[in-house]
């Protein structure tokens, strides 16, 4: 337990420290939401109607964006050897290494969630059922991420590949994501239904990304 | 005393230990007596009170142009000149002007909470101060991203130029972007003529925050300096004693 | 405490690095692994450390704690320092130490051997790359391990540093530790020698 307790608190420092990422994560989410009505049109219903989407696209990609460093860092400087190494299954280290990017990064993105609905114009209501969606979702965006992370970190290739290995995989997580928050704000579905498939996703996750990571991570390094 | 005088840090350091006093108390007595002008300036016949924001909105949304226009000359100084304190400007600059610009956004919002109904408007002119706030966060995220200040500076000197000359492009683009899609405004923040009841304190209020920006500017570039002192000397100790420390018999270690 | 390999086999990018390479170390002894540039002496360790799967052969550490797996059981000092500049020179220690399972220790005693007690509180970004790579020895004495894997372990570090490893290594060998070093320079102790790679 102090062994992963201590990776949790390392890998938060890290992040928060000077160099790190986890608030840039926070900037981009904001960019994105930012961007979208110079697209579509400074239309305030037509925003409200979409806020919900945008606000999980944003987020989606910000998740994404930021697990690129989740195993790389720890390559490039030797630290993954020594974990890969030590007496900690590597499942676990590997689920600790993502509790502490999504407490880092995924976290900071749901507080602003709140300030980015008001650029959006979506009402208290609408704004915390999307904030609760991502809270129930966005742990699955980073367990199912850290897979392609893992695999990424062992073909020496980051960023785009990564991007194109995982976006697929988050596609159940968006569609349950966004239903959940639309069923909240207008209906007709309950919203019950699309939650509780998003809490399962976010379950599954839980327990496939280790794993997964895990694997590639002790087959692919040299 | 020559600007050559004030380009060593040390001497900086000494000559604002004695302006930064008058410089509060100058902010101190000039938001005193801007606060007391907008609280007795008239309200509105159509706005009522709330024209009150005005006095707090237009000096932040003038500081946020005007501190990117300080970090820009800042930036000139540091890739033409090399001046030793234009980076330490620049960098202690950035916090401040998105500050004001975050403040900017506010009062902005919610000034305009009684007139569109809602606390955001995709008005060309707020729009334009959140896409200067952007920058400023991007700015202020490639200043923390860079351990060694001085590479960072050049980085950050680049940027800042970038942008001086893109704002002007993303202002108009955001205008016609924005008279494209909702062909009046319904609502101009400042208004072109004011009458004077309104606009002696609104000067007041602009100075008392410019002279509030260079005091925190002023203070903000010292500890600037004394964190650059620190981590001079933190890496000079680390240089030091490295050897005779080493050479004490690796005998005496834990089996 | 005995090392064993019988056959092993090392094949990386569908090159053969080296074959059927048989060797033992026991308890107390030092095994200086030599060859050219490319002759595979870095695969050989990252292969006792099981960071590489080998193409055949196998791997044994007699007489270890039954429980656990070669691996666990070894210290991999590489080229890379598996430091984090963000944290202070304490802070990396003791994420090691944490993490590894050592016993609560002294951390100034560790540093002071290592010759970087004046440094413990200063980001790590600060440190030379000899300096890094006394951090990472003072590793090896913050959690004991029986098995000590070094890559070329006195590279970067000056004439002192070179002497405190070779006492560090004195004192490991002493306390019934075992050592599997690569190296081009004499490191200054008895020492077993494993040539790979063919003759030179």
């Known amino acids: 337990m102090t062994a992963l307790a201590a990776l949790i608190r390392r890998d938060i420092s890290i992040a928060l420290r000077v160099g790190g990422g986890a608030l840039i994560g926070v900037l981009f989410f904001l960019t994105v939401v930012v961007l979208m009505p110079f697209a579509l049109g400074p239309d305030l219903p037509l925003l409200t109607r979409l806020g919900p989407a945008i606000l999980w696209l944003g987020a989606l990609l910000a998740s994404l964006l930021t697990l690129d460093r989740l195993f790389t860092a720890d390559h490039e400087d030797g630290s993954l050897d020594l974990i890969v190494m030590g007496r900690t299954p590597l499942e676990l280290a590997c689920a600790a290494k993502a509790l502490a990017h999504w407490l880092a990064a995924g976290l900071p993105l749901i507080v602003a969630t709140p300030v980015l609905g008001l650029l959006l114009n979506l009402d208290m209501a609408a704004t915390s059922a999307v904030a609760l969606t991502l809270l129930a979702g966005t742990p699955a965006l980073t367990f199912t991420g850290m897979i392609g992370a893992a695999l990424a970190v062992t073909l020496h290739r980051g960023g785009l590949l990564l991007a194109v290995l995982v976006l697929p995989l988050s596609i159940p997580v968006l569609i349950f994501g966004v239903a959940a928050s639309e069923a909240a704000i207008s209906g007709p579905v309950p919203f019950g239904a699309p939650f509780s498939i998003l809490c399962a996703l976010s379950l599954v996750s839980l327990v496939v990304g280790p794993f997964a990571a895990a694997a590639s991570l002790r087959h692919g390094l040299d | ?255 | 405490m005995r090392l064993l390999a019988s056959g092993l086999t090392c094949v990386r990018g569908g090159r053969e690095v080296f074959s059927a390479l048989t060797f033992e170390a026991v308890a107390g002894e030092l095994l200086a692994v030599t060859g050219r540039n490319g002759s595979g002496k870095t695969s050989l360790l990252r292969l006792v450390a099981g960071l590489l799967t080998p193409a055949g052969g196998s791997l044994a550490l007699e007489g270890g704690d039954t429980e656990l797996t070669l691996p666990e059981q070894a210290h991999y000092l590489g080229h890379r320092d598996a430091l984090k500049p963000a944290l202070s020179v304490l802070e990396n220690l003791q994420f090691w130490r944490d993490f590894l399972g050592g016993k609560p220790f002294d951390p100034a005693e560790s540093l002071a051997t290592v010759g970087l007690a004046h440094a413990a509180h200063l980001p790590a970004a600060y440190l030379s790359a000899g300096q890094r790579r006394r951090l990472s020895l003072a590793r090896l004495l913050a959690v004991k391990r029986p098995l000590w894997l070094l890559d070329e372990p006195t590279s970067a570090l000056d004439t002192t540093g070179q002497d405190m490893v070779t006492g560090l290594m004195r004192n490991h060998l002493a306390g019934g530790g075992l050592i599997v070093a690569t190296t081009h320079a004499p490191l200054g102790l008895t020492s077993k020698e494993l040539r790979i790679g063919g003759e030179q």
């Open chain 2, 1 to 255: 005393m020559t600007l050559i005088d004030l380009a060593n840090p040390s001497r900086f350091l000494s000559l604002t230990a004695r302006l930064l006093p008058y410089l509060v108390a100058g902010t101190v007595v000039l938001l005193a007596i801007g606060l007391y002008l907008s609280a007795t300036a008239p309200d509105d016949y159509q706005q009522g009170a709330t024209v009150k924001i005005m006095f707090i909105h237009v000096p932040n949304a003038w500081l946020s142009m005007f501190v990117w226009a300080v970090m820009s000359a800042s930036a000139l100084g540091t890739l033409v000149w090399r001046h030793p304190l234009a980076d330490v400007a620049a960098k202690a600059a950035a916090p401040i002007g998105a500050s004001f610009t975050f403040l900017a956004l506010v009062t902005g919002s919610l000034w305009g909470r009684p007139m569109w109904g809602t606390y955001w408007e995709w008005d060309a002119r707020l729009t334009s101060v959140l896409i200067l706030f952007l920058m400023y966060l991007g700015l202020m995220a490639l200043w923390r991203a860079v351990e060694d200040p001085a590479r960072a500076a050049r980085a950050a000197a680049v940027l800042t130029l970038v942008g001086a000359i893109n704002l002007p492009i993303i202002k108009f683009s955001v205008d016609w972007w924005n008279t494209l899609h909702q062909p009046a405004s319904v609502f101009r923040m400042g208004g072109s003529t004011l009458d004077r009841a309104f606009l002696y304190p609104l000067l007041v209020m602009a100075i008392a925050f410019t002279v509030l920006f260079i005091t925190l500017h002023v203070a903000a570039m010292r500890n600037e300096i004394l964190r650059r002192r620190v981590r001079s000397l933190q890496m000079m100790q680390a240089r030091a004693a490295s050897n005779d420390v080493g050479a004490t018999s690796p005998a005496s270690q834990p089996a």
